[in-house]
């Protein structure tokens, strides 16, 4: 009796153990909800930890029934998670993360996103300004913590991150316009010429049978 019983305290004791060992995996979760509770934004980082929407919402609506009295930063424990969270206006911002974590990283992850939001929504930190830049907001989660790792705690590197993501998708979506533009030249199988710039662009389409090729040429010189 005695010999099976101690494998599975010595395996018991060395769990506990390493679930107190440091992991880089420090979020558990982020979400921001309104001054009535409903979510705006969350990203659960552990996908065991509440896998259901039911189970998140019912684990948001118990953090905000017992902090959204707080007028200032706060640390609570929650459902055995450790949260800090930040008040503004008409908002909440929340960190989760396991009950061994350190309070100071998780509010250094806090403080980062609000301030960087801050800058985002030019201080204008409430529900409808929020709300009109969910893309932008997005962004700067996503360069903070990257599942559940934190990339980030300087909202100066944060913002200039964004920005140049944000430079990006810009230049994609001016790449996608040309690209629609050339297909439905080449669509409609004509010769036509547009002024775009300062300069004159001619987009020539040839068909041979069922083969059709297209070229655009500008001032005589071939560039596509």
Same mark, same amino acid.
């Given at each position: 009796?005695?010999?099976?019983?101690?494998?599975?305290?010595?395996?018991?004791?060395?769990?506990?153990?390493?679930?107190?060992?440091?992991?880089?995996?420090?979020?558990?979760?982020? !979400?921001?909800?309104?001054?009535?509770?409903?979510?705006?934004?969350?990203?659960?980082?552990?996908?065991? /930890?509440?896998?259901?929407?039911?189970?998140?919402?019912?684990?948001?609506?118990?953090?905000?029934?017992?902090?959204?009295?707080?007028?200032?930063?706060?640390?609570?424990?929650?459902?055995?998670?450790?949260?800090?969270?930040?008040?503004?206006?008409?908002?909440? !911002?929340?960190?989760?993360?396991?009950?061994?974590?350190?309070?100071?990283?998780?509010?250094?992850?806090?403080?980062?996103?609000?301030?960087?939001?801050?800058?985002?929504?030019?201080?204008?930190?409430?529900?409808?300004?929020? /709300?009109? %830049?969910?893309?932008?907001? !997005?962004?700067?989660?996503?360069?903070?913590?990257?599942?559940?790792?934190?990339?980030?705690?300087?909202?100066?590197?944060?913002?200039?991150?964004? %920005?140049?993501?944000?430079?990006?998708?810009?230049?994609?979506?001016?790449?996608?316009?040309?690209?629609?533009?050339?297909?439905?030249?080449?669509?409609?199988? /004509?010769?036509?010429?547009?002024?775009?710039?300062?300069?004159? !662009?001619?987009?020539?389409?040839?068909?041979?049978?069922?083969?059709?090729?297209?070229?655009?040429?500008?001032?005589?010189?071939?560039?596509?």
């Amino acid at each position: 009796m005695t010999a099976q019983t101690c494998p599975r305290q010595h395996q018991r004791t060395t769990m506990e153990i390493a679930s107190l060992e440091p992991s880089l995996y420090t979020v558990k979760a982020v !979400f921001i909800l309104d001054n009535d509770g409903n979510r705006l934004l969350s990203k659960y980082y552990d996908t065991e /930890l509440y896998p259901s929407m039911k189970e998140q919402k019912n684990f948001e609506k118990n953090v905000f029934n017992k902090t959204h009295k707080a007028d200032t930063d706060e640390i609570a424990f929650v459902e055995g998670m450790t949260i800090v969270y930040k008040c503004s206006i008409d908002l909440f !911002f929340y960190v989760v993360g396991s009950a061994q974590e350190n309070e100071l990283m998780l509010m250094a992850v806090l403080n980062c996103l609000f301030e960087s939001l801050g800058q985002i929504l030019r201080k204008n930190v409430e529900r409808r300004c929020l /709300l009109d %830049n969910m893309d932008g907001v !997005f962004l700067v989660v996503d360069e903070i913590i990257d599942g559940g790792v934190i990339l980030e705690s300087d909202p100066q590197q944060v913002i200039q991150k964004v %920005n140049y993501r944000v430079r990006q998708l810009q230049s994609l979506t001016v790449s996608t316009v040309w690209m629609n533009t050339w297909i439905l030249i080449w669509g409609q199988y /004509l010769k036509t010429q547009m002024t775009i710039g300062n300069g004159d !662009f001619y987009f020539q389409t040839n068909r041979r049978g069922d083969c059709v090729s297209w070229i655009v040429v500008e001032s005589d010189n071939l560039y596509v």
